[in-house]
């Protein structure tokens, strides 16, 4: 199999079910002429022509509300926000429209929208958010978060076949710093169903996307303190796989939710809350988050990396834990 | 320093509640406490509960030893508050080379150890997490005797399951058998009225439940009669002493509610959770009847009758291991249809198991039904539940065969789900042809009962 960046297998998902499929076509801000901000749709508009990758105007707003049109239609539309972060423009269409249609109208509504997100490299506040748990508060969308190569291919082909809306939070710092290897043929990784990443005894570590990989860095240098830690990649946070966590915290009894986005009302605090409900009797210490604090992100690097949940944060998160 | 001293007194558990029994002491002397945190259980003749501790601090003394029973208001326990120092009301007799720190001359002080914090002997080996508390409610085991390596001294899972996989480290007094059959006549036990003996100086052994046991004979197992034992002890002598007791025995045949019960079972269970028992069928009849005689939902009060305009059933529940039998009751079940009455029920059987019971529950009854037929008992002569004139004993379903009428009014032989349903009652009150009367008309309602009457 191929080694594939995150970034290439996104592409490689997306060109294949474009070839496979005629009703699938992107629409986005600079996918087509210049391949995307982050060349993603490189070469798509050489092959596959303008009408199926096109360049949209400045406007979140209309590239969602078309699409909404397009799939009540019968195609199969892939927008792509420039930045996760623009995703608050299209608000509407998303939450009023899109995800309500088929509870009023009976329509099934396949679109995926596809958002750069997360930080780790100075973006600011304005590039560098992670807007999931907004839109896991939404009945009728779908909000998928891979974290390796292999599941952002299989996912994205997995909710570009999905009738529902799907919010496909592709984080920008995986892009190119993780490979991993990708089977060339198409194939699906469903929505819903966690992913052990690692394997351990002590502590579980509940997260998803790129704190999957700070999780791993920590769980090494932990596992040269004598401490094993269980990593659970959610993968998706709407529908999110209730089972696969309460099973892990059934074997650890101590559980840290780690994501990059910010503490209040993050997705972790419905997990936190899931675990009281479900698991109280098989726990044997408090649920702990690791989180973003309460603020926008900062520009500067080493504020941005006080802000961001750090290797270091996460190992010192386990260890309290582990000796709780 | 201000000290600021807590007494923990032992609680009024209910208007007729006059003593209370310490079932177990949930912290040691020496423990730290937060207001609110339960400190200790108690059992009184009413319910078995919680006490929760008044304030916060430092469980100074525990004056009253497990297994001893005294009156409501006496002091249990000392707590003082945060700071105070635990052994500040303990006279220790070494008043340990502590020399009174003078003021001034300050540099001289600066030597002594620094304020011990608040080192309350055994140390702070509080918190039990859920899943500990679990392993060891599953397994029996007491966690004060578990080896404890977390956040000071606090017993881990890892503690926990290493320790039953590696058992006990000392021999431990060997399991005892179920429940004993306490005959109730029981020679009174040898008056052994323990004086508050003084509580051990703060031995940090796990503290054994001092108890006034009888010596034991070989072959015998002697038991501290537990308040409630005690109490139902004396209700029971007491109604048979107060009472002129009739029981008469009634038989029902059953089929309609058989049919009805089969027929609304997945219903109920589906939309509301709750299983229509055949004793809610039975509480539900047993209220319309009592509207029409309600000589049997009455009291003597001196010289006068009281009938009660409210119906409060009183369910008597059996709980685990023959540990006694406590009646809570379904207030004002004159309001209620069956799927209110078998929801109230089912709530209270839950309750009663769980010990979640509050003294309320178990007050105001007017009339009881006790259900021995479950176990499959046929007749039972049930006795009055005080200050009640009637109590309804409801027996076993079997199926039997008898003589009824076909369409054509012949007589044949027919398979019927039966019923007895025996009533005691009160004949300083209430007439064997007016008890008749009320059963029958029980009966006549449990056979004929119509789907749309529920």
Redesign the interface.
């Known amino acids: 199999m191929p080694e594939l960046t995150y970034l290439q297998a996104i592409s490689d998902g997306l060109r294949q079910e474009m070839r496979r499929d005629r009703r699938v076509f992107v629409i986005g801000q600079d996918v087509g002429v210049y391949g995307g901000a982050f060349k993603v749709t490189q070469g798509f508009q050489e092959e596959f022509g303008p009408w199926r990758v096109i360049d949209a105007p400045l406007s979140e707003t209309a590239i969602v509300g078309g699409c909404t049109g397009a799939a009540i239609m019968g195609l199969r539309p892939v927008a792509e926000m420039q930045f996760a972060d623009f995703v608050s423009c299209a608000w509407d269409h998303l939450v009023t429209v899109a995800a309500k249609q088929r509870y009023r109208a009976g329509t099934p509504v396949p679109i995926v929208v596809r958002l750069p997100s997360g930080g780790g490299f100075s973006g600011g506040p304005f590039h560098s958010q992670n807007p999931e748990s907004f839109f896991a508060h939404v009945p009728g969308l779908k909000c998928v978060c891979p974290s390796t190569p292999e599941d952002a291919k299989g996912l994205l082909i997995a909710a570009i076949e999905d009738p529902n809306p799907v919010l496909f939070f592709e984080h920008k710092h995986l892009y190119r710093r993780i490979k991993g290897e990708v089977a060339e043929e198409r194939y699906t990784v469903p929505i819903g169903k966690a992913r052990l990443h690692r394997e351990g005894d002590d502590v579980s570590v509940i997260t998803w996307g790129a704190m999957v990989h700070t999780a791993a860095e920590a769980a090494d240098l932990l596992e040269g303190e004598g401490i094993s830690t269980e990593i659970l990649d959610l993968r998706s946070v709407l529908p999110w796989d209730r089972d696969a966590v309460l099973a892990s915290v059934r074997k650890t ?1 101590k559980v840290l939710v780690l994501h990059e986005d910010t503490h209040t009302g993050g997705f972790g605090a419905e997990i936190a809350a899931t675990i009281a409900e479900q698991a ?6 408090p649920v702990r988050r690791i989180t973003a604090p309460d603020s926008p992100v900062p520009f500067s690097p080493p504020l941005e990396k006080a802000y961001i949940p750090q290797v270091e944060d996460v190992v010192t998160g386990v260890r309290e834990l582990a ?2 | 320093m201000a000290t600021a001293v807590v007494e923990v007194v032992m609680p009024q558990m209910g208007v007729s509640v006059s003593e209370g029994t310490v079932l177990k002491w949930l912290k040691q002397e020496g423990e730290t406490i937060a207001a609110d945190e339960p400190l200790l259980e108690i059992s009184t003749d009413k319910v078995d509960t919680e006490v929760p501790s008044p304030g916060s601090g430092v469980v100074t003394q525990i004056l009253v030893a497990e297994g001893e029973t005294v009156a409501v208001g006496t002091t249990l326990a000392v707590i003082a508050a945060e700071g105070a120092g635990a052994a500040e009301p303990t006279p220790e007799p070494e008043p340990v080379a502590e020399p009174e720190p003078t003021p001034a001359s300050a540099p001289a002080a600066a030597a002594a150890p620094p304020p011990a914090p608040t080192n309350g002997g055994a140390g702070e080996r509080t918190f039990v ?6 392993i060891a409610a599953e397994h029996g085991i007491d966690v004060s005797g578990v080896p404890g390596t ?2 000071g001294g ?1 017993v ?2 890892k503690d926990i399951l290493v320790y039953i996989e590696s058992g006990p480290p000392a021999p431990v007094p060997p399991p005892v058998a179920p429940p004993p059959e306490a005959p109730v006549a029981a020679p009174p036990p040898a008056p052994a009225p323990v004086a508050a003996a003084p509580p051990p100086p703060a031995a940090p052994a796990p503290a054994a439940p001092a108890a006034p046991v009888a010596p034991a004979a070989e072959g015998e197992l002697v038991e501290p009669m537990t308040a409630m034992r005690r109490g139902i002890a004396e209700h029971m002598r007491r109604s048979l002493d107060t009472s002129a007791h009739v029981t008469t025995v009634f038989e029902v045949d059953m089929s309609k509610v058989v049919a009805l019960r089969e027929k609304l079972k997945p219903e109920y269970e589906k939309s509301y959770g709750v299983n229509p028992t055949y004793l809610a069928f039975i509480a539900r009849a047993t209220v319309d009847a009592i509207r029409d005689w309600p000589w049997v939902n009455a009291e003597i009060r001196g010289e006068s009758f009281v009938a009660k305009q409210h119906i409060n059933l009183g369910i008597a529940v059996a709980l685990e291991g023959g540990k006694g039998l406590i009646v809570p009751v379904v207030k004002n079940a004159e309001g209620l249809n069956l799927l209110g009455i078998a929801r109230a029920v089912a709530d209270l059987a839950e309750r009663s198991r769980n010990k979640k019971l509050l003294p309320d529950d178990v007050q105001g009854g007017t009339f009881t039904i006790t259900n021995p037929g479950g176990w499959g008992a046929i007749v039972g002569t049930p006795i009055i539940n005080q200050p009640q004139v009637a109590i309804l004993d409801v027996e076993a379903l079997v199926k039997r065969a008898v003589v009824i009428q076909d369409d054509r009014g012949k007589d044949v032989i027919a398979i019927r789900p039966m019923m007895n349903l025996c009533l005691s009652f009160d004949h300083r009150l209430v007439d064997g042809a007016y008890a008749a009367q009320f059963m029958k008309q029980l009966r006549e309602q449990l056979e004929n009962w119509g789907e749309e009457n529920y």
């Open positions: 009894s109280f009797e098989d726990l044997d210490g000796s709780y | 997490s859920p899943v500990v508390s679990r977390g956040t606090r881990t899972k």
